[in-house]
């Protein structure tokens, strides 16, 4: 019998077994010595005891931490007391009669067990000892289910899996391409894809109908902690469905992999909110909906107030914006400054605070100080009682709500009000089609240049452009994107009009996408999709708040692999095979 290191129970007292993996821990009593032995599904305790083994306690007598060794022994019931209710194989202990050294192992640079906090450059340099601690182990079984329960509900729907290449042509997508020089063809460049965007479209005109794919994709942009060069989507597109046919499609998806991942039952249909709505009420267009604290609209108490600054900005077209907190106004006053110094930088010039204290409310600016009428018609219009704190920003609409988004998450955060292992997925819908670029004074496509605007829009894309709402989606959790799509294109001349507007002209156009306007004058179906990050979705369902602990070898911020030192210097041999050489830098 050769089980797993996390297989044995009780029942199998009295079994003959082998046993192969690491020396986790090893402890020595003096006359027994006791090894938990550890793979990947678990730890067994090993015991050698030298009355009944003399040459496997010897051995036993020379293992280090994370020696791989092959045990063969017997199943015995721990003595009564000493059983681990922590582990699953607690109950028992196998009887070592044979041990082999199968190989050693170095002092290790840290510690694998739980709770150690290790500095993450050393983690990733030595990424294959990180892998093994049991947090980073259970993150991997963990992406390893989504996949399957990824590829049983797409199955399970009448999808296909097709595989798009990774040697494709540069186009403007947004980021910067990683550029493949070609050997073959001296001078011409692959791209590295972005995205499968323009092969899953043209595999919809070619009758796929239903198609997936869980892809890597590339993207040479400056990183952050939750993005890295390379990663992984769930890619998903559809012919003849509009999008109320299909968002219901990817939310059974969604409610599949949470149920087989995390026995999780999330409630169906999802919330839809539109982009202006998400905005208006969370300040943000990618809402955290597991508390409340809504943003209420206060401009029109403000539009004949004495108080100039918030009648200025209401007169100007801006809005006063309202977060009631409840039960903060304990907050102390250094707490207050703090805050409105977390607004002045997220771009707000000021924000004017109101605790509703039992003697009086107490605020920055004197208007709202004491009884005063506006104070109590504010408090009234936010529902505010005593204790709570409120907090106010006039400004355009699109920074006030964004700076007050961001403090509502942050003292949610603070204040404890997120409840632990609670998921609320919704959808963001009718975001506008194109917005405005100041820098480059062009129209830029708000998701990508295939997106679909909505059929009353057409018409407004060659006369009014910016009033234009595409057929676009994100999906969002817990305050995080993990999916974004949309319905396409997929009539040559509204995507001819669309390159127009963005400023790619007909040669260009044909130069970059020809393959794609020309696939469209041969039937191509209405079609969409979306695509969904399967980096984020498994570091939420994991509970970690970076991506690089779900990715087996990630990169830095800067791009680099610590483990295998890339990029690296290539020799001059294989730069002049691909008639490329390099310039020095200047100093």
């Not at 991506?547 to 483990?563: E, H, M, N, S």
């Amino acid at each position: 019998m050769s089980p797993t290191c996390g297989e044995l129970r009780g029942g199998d007292a009295g079994a003959a077994v082998t046993l192969m993996g690491w020396a986790f821990r090893r402890r020595d009593h003096g006359g027994l010595i006791f090894v938990d032995l550890r793979d990947r599904e678990g730890v067994t305790q090993c015991v050698f005891n030298p009355a009944t083994g003399a040459e496997a306690h010897a051995a036993a007598g020379r293992v280090r931490g994370e020696y791989v060794l092959a045990v063969r022994g017997t199943v015995q019931a721990r003595p009564p007391g000493t059983a681990n209710p922590q582990l699953p194989t607690g109950e028992i202990e196998v009887a070592v009669g044979e041990v082999r050294i199968l190989n050693e192992s170095k002092p290790l640079p840290f510690h694998l067990e739980e709770g150690v906090e290790v500095d993450e450059a050393v983690r990733l340099r030595y990424r294959y000892l990180d892998l093994r601690r049991p947090r980073l182990l259970r993150n991997f079984l963990l992406r390893d289910r989504v996949y399957q329960a990824v590829r049983a509900s797409l199955h399970a729907a009448g999808f296909v899996e097709v595989e798009t290449p990774f040697l494709t042509r540069s186009t403007p997508e947004g980021a910067r391409d990683f550029l493949v020089p070609s050997r073959l063809a001296r001078g011409h460049f692959y791209a590295l894809p972005q995205s499968p965007q323009l092969f899953k479209q043209i595999l919809m005109v070619a009758g796929l109908e239903r198609y997936f794919q869980i892809v890597r994709c590339f993207r040479d942009e400056d990183l952050r902690r939750d993005r890295q060069p390379e990663f992984t989507q769930i890619d998903i597109e559809t012919a003849f469905l509009d999008r109320d046919d299909f968002l219901p499609i990817v939310e059974g998806m969604i409610v599949e992999v949470f149920q087989a991942v995390r026995g999780i039952a999330l409630p169906r249909p999802f919330p839809r909110l539109g982009w202006d709505e998400a905005r208006a009420r969370y300040g943000s267009d990618k809402p955290d909906l597991r508390f409340g604290l809504e943003l209420a609209d206060c401009s029109d108490l403000f539009r004949d107030a004495a108080f100039e600054v918030f009648a200025q900005a209401v007169h100007a077209g801006g809005v006063v914006k309202a977060l009631r907190v409840p039960g903060a106004g304990g907050l102390s006053r250094r707490d207050l400054d703090g805050l409105v110094e977390e607004a002045k930088g997220s771009g707000a010039r000021g924000m004017v605070w109101v605790r509703l204290a039992e003697g009086g409310p107490q605020a920055s600016v004197a208007l709202f100080r004491g009884d005063s009428a506006l104070t109590r018609e504010l408090a009234a219009r936010l529902g505010a009682q005593p204790g709570d704190l409120l907090l106010l920003v006039a400004d355009a609409f699109p920074l006030a709500a964004e700076v007050l988004g961001r403090l509502r998450a942050g003292l949610a955060a603070r204040l404890g009000l997120i409840p632990a292992d609670l998921f609320r997925p919704c959808w963001v819908l009718d975001f506008p089609l194109l917005e405005w670029s100041e820098e480059e004074k062009r129209w830029q496509a708000m998701h990508h240049p295939f997106t679909a605007p909505r059929d009353e829009d057409v018409e407004l894309l060659w006369s009014e452009p910016g009033r234009v709402r595409a057929k676009a989606y994100d999906l969002v959790l817990n305050g995080q994107e993990i999916g974004g799509g949309s319905i396409r294109i997929h009539e040559r001349r509204l995507q001819q009009r669309m390159f127009e507007v963005l400023g790619i002209g007909e040669t260009e156009a044909r130069a970059k996408f020809g393959f794609l306007l020309e696939a469209l004058e041969y039937g191509a179906p209405p079609h969409g999709g979306i695509a969904l990050g399967l980096d984020r979705l498994v570091a939420i369902l994991a509970g970690t708040d970076s991506i690089r602990d779900v990715i087996a070898f990630p990169k830095t911020q800067k791009g680099t692999c610590p483990l295998t030192e890339a990029p690296a210097p290539v020799s001059p041999a294989q730069l002049a095979e691909l008639g490329l050489r390099v310039e020095a830098e200047e100093e």
